[in-house]
């Protein structure tokens, strides 16, 4: 809290992203961390779908935002 680093992560690969040419950015979340999910959601990613975990007991939220 505070420091904002989990915004400095994303704005970093963002950057990452555009220099390689990509056109959105991918995440995959715990679907049921749902404190998590909306704060991506306030960074403007998109939830495309959700899977359930193979080797673990949840849910995975599949993200994405245009960059």
Known sequence: ???????KMLDMATIIAKENGKT???LDSNYEN???HEYYEQMNFM?????KS????????L?????
């Open 24 to 26: 959105v950015l991918r």
């Open 47 to 51: 939830l495309q779908g959700t899977v």
């Open 34 to 36: 749902k404190k998590l």
């Open 1 to 7: 809290h505070g420091i904002n680093i989990g915004t």
């Open 63 to 67: 993200l994405q935002k245009d960059i």
């Open 54 to 61: 193979k080797s673990a007991n949840h849910t995975i939220a």
